[in-house]
């Protein structure tokens, strides 16, 4: 009798998970830093308050009020940046981003 090889099962291949809130929440948020990068404070701020308005309670919350304390130092708003960094850790306590935050507002 022939031997009939075994078929060969492949593992199932996972659907690339899409999250269409959250990308249109990174698109905002990357906006956001990325024109804080090139000094557009006004753009960066556009930026992040359409994420909170379209995303108040959104994944990325923490990463738009670490960003917003940033915009703020960069502003020279040193007393908004204070008040912004309280906040940050009194709304997001254990948030990796608590020691950017702090920097940001020592520069």
């Given amino acids: 009798t022939p031997v009939v090889p075994a078929p ?52 990325l919350a923490p990463e738009r ?4 304390v940033e915009v703020l130092a960069a502003q020279g708003n040193r007393d908004a940046a204070e008040d912004a960094r309280a906040r940050f850790h009194q709304r997001f306590p254990r948030s990796v981003l608590g020691a950017a935050v702090d920097r940001a507002v020592q520069r």
């Fill in 8 to 59: 060969t099962m492949e593992p199932p291949r996972a659907a690339p998970v899409t999250d269409p809130s959250l990308d249109a929440e990174l698109a905002l948020i990357e906006g956001a830093h990325a024109a804080l990068a090139r000094g557009d404070l006004a753009v960066a701020e556009a930026e992040l308050t359409r994420h909170a308005r379209r995303h108040a309670r959104g994944r």
């Fill in 65 to 68: 009020e670490a960003l917003r």
